[in-house]
Protein backbone atom coordinates (compact mmCIF):
# COMPACT_ATOMS: atom_id res chain seq x y z
CA UNK A 1 0.00 0.00 0.00
CA UNK A 2 1.64 3.23 -0.66
CA UNK A 3 2.31 5.63 1.93
CA UNK A 4 -0.52 8.25 0.67
CA UNK A 5 -3.24 6.59 0.27
CA UNK A 6 -2.32 4.30 3.71
CA UNK A 7 -2.30 8.01 5.24
CA UNK A 8 -5.64 9.05 3.68
CA UNK A 9 -6.96 6.26 4.75
CA UNK A 10 -6.05 6.40 7.97
CA UNK A 11 -7.60 9.62 8.42
CA UNK A 12 -10.96 8.54 6.81
CA UNK A 13 -10.74 5.63 9.41
CA UNK A 14 -10.20 8.28 12.17
CA UNK A 15 -13.03 10.51 10.94
CA UNK A 16 -15.41 11.39 14.27
CA UNK A 17 -19.00 11.30 14.41
CA UNK A 18 -19.47 14.96 14.51
CA UNK A 19 -18.54 17.36 12.41
CA UNK A 20 -15.61 19.88 13.23
CA UNK A 21 -13.22 20.18 10.70
CA UNK A 22 -14.96 16.76 8.55
CA UNK A 23 -17.59 17.37 6.53
CA UNK A 24 -20.14 15.31 5.75
CA UNK A 25 -20.33 13.19 1.91
CA UNK A 26 -22.93 14.15 -0.59
CA UNK A 27 -26.00 12.65 0.11
CA UNK A 28 -24.70 11.57 3.90
CA UNK A 29 -25.67 12.91 7.23
CA UNK A 30 -25.20 12.88 11.08
CA UNK A 31 -27.44 13.80 13.43
CA UNK A 32 -26.74 14.20 17.25
CA UNK A 33 -29.65 14.16 20.35
CA UNK A 34 -28.40 14.92 23.76
CA UNK A 35 -29.12 15.74 27.50
CA UNK A 36 -27.00 16.87 30.41
CA UNK A 37 -28.02 17.24 34.40
CA UNK A 38 -25.97 19.33 36.57
CA UNK A 39 -26.18 19.50 39.94
CA UNK A 40 -24.25 22.30 42.12
CA UNK A 41 -25.10 23.03 45.81
CA UNK A 42 -29.36 22.21 45.79
CA UNK A 43 -29.74 23.51 42.17
CA UNK A 44 -30.63 21.03 39.70
CA UNK A 45 -30.44 22.03 35.62
CA UNK A 46 -30.97 20.21 32.59
CA UNK A 47 -29.97 21.41 29.57
CA UNK A 48 -30.79 19.88 25.64
CA UNK A 49 -29.05 19.87 22.34
CA UNK A 50 -29.63 18.78 19.04
CA UNK A 51 -27.38 18.91 15.95
CA UNK A 52 -28.09 17.76 12.53
CA UNK A 53 -25.78 17.90 9.25
CA UNK A 54 -26.06 16.90 5.54
CA UNK A 55 -23.50 16.73 3.12
CA UNK A 56 -24.89 19.03 0.13
CA UNK A 57 -21.55 18.82 -2.37
CA UNK A 58 -18.28 17.83 -1.44
CA UNK A 59 -17.49 21.17 -0.18
CA UNK A 60 -20.92 22.06 1.23
CA UNK A 61 -22.04 20.73 4.33
CA UNK A 62 -25.31 22.58 5.94
CA UNK A 63 -26.69 21.49 9.70
CA UNK A 64 -28.88 23.36 12.13
CA UNK A 65 -27.85 23.47 16.13
CA UNK A 66 -30.17 23.65 18.44
CA UNK A 67 -30.21 24.26 22.14
CA UNK A 68 -32.12 24.92 25.29
CA UNK A 69 -30.61 25.26 28.60
CA UNK A 70 -33.66 25.01 31.45
CA UNK A 71 -36.17 27.38 30.90
CA UNK A 72 -33.53 30.15 30.99
CA UNK A 73 -31.69 30.56 27.47
CA UNK A 74 -31.35 28.38 24.18
CA UNK A 75 -30.56 28.96 20.85
CA UNK A 76 -31.40 27.72 16.99
CA UNK A 77 -28.92 27.94 14.26
CA UNK A 78 -28.84 27.21 10.66
CA UNK A 79 -24.86 26.79 9.57
CA UNK A 80 -22.78 26.13 6.41
CA UNK A 81 -19.50 24.13 6.59
CA UNK A 82 -16.72 24.98 4.38
CA UNK A 83 -13.28 23.24 3.63
CA UNK A 84 -10.47 25.42 3.94
CA UNK A 85 -7.34 22.84 3.18
CA UNK A 86 -7.80 19.01 3.33
CA UNK A 87 -4.46 17.10 3.81
CA UNK A 88 -3.62 13.77 4.43
CA UNK A 89 -3.51 14.09 7.99
CA UNK A 90 -5.17 17.06 8.89
CA UNK A 91 -7.85 19.35 7.54
CA UNK A 92 -9.36 23.21 8.11
CA UNK A 93 -12.78 23.97 7.91
CA UNK A 94 -14.71 27.36 8.40
CA UNK A 95 -18.44 27.27 9.71
CA UNK A 96 -20.80 30.05 9.49
CA UNK A 97 -24.43 30.11 11.71
CA UNK A 98 -27.17 32.20 11.68
CA UNK A 99 -30.28 31.90 13.59
CA UNK A 100 -31.41 33.65 16.73
CA UNK A 101 -30.99 33.23 21.18
CA UNK A 102 -33.18 33.93 23.71
CA UNK A 103 -32.80 35.05 27.19
CA UNK A 104 -36.02 34.07 29.33
CA UNK A 105 -38.19 33.74 25.81
CA UNK A 106 -37.20 36.96 24.80
CA UNK A 107 -35.94 36.08 21.26
CA UNK A 108 -32.91 38.46 19.50
CA UNK A 109 -30.16 37.80 16.68
CA UNK A 110 -27.76 35.38 16.97
CA UNK A 111 -24.46 34.78 14.50
CA UNK A 112 -21.93 32.51 15.03
CA UNK A 113 -18.18 32.14 13.14
CA UNK A 114 -16.11 28.95 14.09
CA UNK A 115 -12.42 28.13 12.60
CA UNK A 116 -11.63 24.27 12.94
CA UNK A 117 -8.82 21.95 13.03
CA UNK A 118 -9.17 18.09 12.73
CA UNK A 119 -6.35 15.27 12.70
CA UNK A 120 -6.42 11.56 12.77
CA UNK A 121 -4.16 10.01 14.98
CA UNK A 122 -2.86 6.39 15.15
CA UNK A 123 -2.47 4.65 18.81
CA UNK A 124 -1.22 1.74 20.21
CA UNK A 125 -4.93 0.86 20.63
CA UNK A 126 -5.92 2.12 17.22
CA UNK A 127 -7.34 5.11 15.40
CA UNK A 128 -8.67 8.34 16.84
CA UNK A 129 -9.01 12.11 16.24
CA UNK A 130 -8.82 15.34 17.57
CA UNK A 131 -10.67 18.80 16.82
CA UNK A 132 -9.97 21.64 17.63
CA UNK A 133 -13.04 24.61 17.38
CA UNK A 134 -12.33 28.36 17.77
CA UNK A 135 -15.61 30.22 17.66
CA UNK A 136 -16.62 33.82 18.12
CA UNK A 137 -20.03 34.21 18.68
CA UNK A 138 -22.94 37.21 18.35
CA UNK A 139 -25.59 36.92 20.65
CA UNK A 140 -28.41 39.66 21.49
CA UNK A 141 -28.53 41.53 18.20
CA UNK A 142 -24.55 41.58 18.13
CA UNK A 143 -24.84 43.54 22.07
CA UNK A 144 -22.76 40.27 23.45
CA UNK A 145 -20.04 38.88 21.93
CA UNK A 146 -18.53 36.04 23.28
CA UNK A 147 -15.11 33.79 22.42
CA UNK A 148 -15.17 30.00 22.92
CA UNK A 149 -12.60 27.04 22.54
CA UNK A 150 -13.18 23.50 22.22
CA UNK A 151 -11.33 20.78 22.08
CA UNK A 152 -12.18 16.91 21.69
CA UNK A 153 -9.78 13.88 21.50
CA UNK A 154 -11.45 10.47 21.09
CA UNK A 155 -10.33 7.06 20.05
CA UNK A 156 -12.12 4.72 17.99
CA UNK A 157 -12.74 0.81 18.75
CA UNK A 158 -15.23 -0.75 16.33
CA UNK A 159 -17.64 -3.07 18.59
CA UNK A 160 -16.72 -1.66 21.85
CA UNK A 161 -16.83 1.01 24.14
CA UNK A 162 -14.64 3.69 23.01
CA UNK A 163 -13.31 6.73 25.21
CA UNK A 164 -13.39 10.38 24.63
CA UNK A 165 -12.33 13.46 26.53
CA UNK A 166 -13.44 16.91 26.00
CA UNK A 167 -12.30 20.57 27.51
CA UNK A 168 -14.96 23.31 26.92
CA UNK A 169 -13.94 27.20 27.21
CA UNK A 170 -16.09 30.51 26.94
CA UNK A 171 -15.08 34.18 27.54
CA UNK A 172 -17.42 36.43 26.97
CA UNK A 173 -16.05 39.90 26.03
CA UNK A 174 -16.05 41.98 29.52
CA UNK A 175 -16.94 38.81 31.24
CA UNK A 176 -15.63 35.69 33.66
CA UNK A 177 -13.63 32.80 32.19
CA UNK A 178 -16.21 29.49 32.10
CA UNK A 179 -15.00 26.13 31.53
CA UNK A 180 -15.79 22.64 31.34
CA UNK A 181 -14.57 19.04 31.43
CA UNK A 182 -16.20 15.95 29.93
CA UNK A 183 -14.99 12.06 30.31
CA UNK A 184 -17.29 10.01 28.10
CA UNK A 185 -17.49 6.42 26.76
CA UNK A 186 -19.08 5.47 23.43
CA UNK A 187 -21.08 3.04 23.15
CA UNK A 188 -22.06 1.36 19.71
CA UNK A 189 -25.84 0.40 18.95
CA UNK A 190 -27.38 -0.89 15.77
CA UNK A 191 -28.32 0.66 12.87
CA UNK A 192 -25.18 3.48 12.81
CA UNK A 193 -26.19 4.61 16.13
CA UNK A 194 -23.67 5.11 19.47
CA UNK A 195 -24.49 5.88 22.80
CA UNK A 196 -22.88 8.38 24.97
CA UNK A 197 -22.19 8.87 28.70
CA UNK A 198 -20.65 11.31 30.09
CA UNK A 199 -19.05 12.94 33.35
CA UNK A 200 -19.08 16.53 33.49
CA UNK A 201 -17.21 19.33 35.85
CA UNK A 202 -18.18 22.41 35.22
CA UNK A 203 -17.05 25.95 36.36
CA UNK A 204 -19.14 28.92 35.88
CA UNK A 205 -19.41 31.14 38.56
CA UNK A 206 -19.83 28.38 40.56
CA UNK A 207 -18.59 24.64 39.90
CA UNK A 208 -21.19 22.00 39.04
CA UNK A 209 -21.19 18.07 37.92
CA UNK A 210 -23.42 16.96 35.75
CA UNK A 211 -24.44 13.33 33.87
CA UNK A 212 -24.58 14.20 29.73
CA UNK A 213 -26.44 11.49 27.36
CA UNK A 214 -26.37 11.17 23.84
CA UNK A 215 -27.42 9.64 20.92
CA UNK A 216 -25.40 9.95 17.74
CA UNK A 217 -26.71 8.60 14.65
CA UNK A 218 -25.23 8.43 11.05
CA UNK A 219 -27.41 8.16 7.85
Not at 195 to 211: C, K, N, T
Amino acid sequence: MKPAFAAALALALAQPAAGGAWLEQPGHGFAAASAAWRHSGRAVAYELGYYGAYGVTPKLTLGVDLNRNADVSGHALLFARLPLHTGERSRLAVETAAGGNHDRGLWQLMQRTTLSYGRGIETGRGSGWLAIDAAYELRNSGLDAIWKLDATLGLNRPGKAAPMLQAELSKPEGGQLTYALTSSLRYPLKQKRELIVGLEYRQAGQRSLGLKLGLWQKF
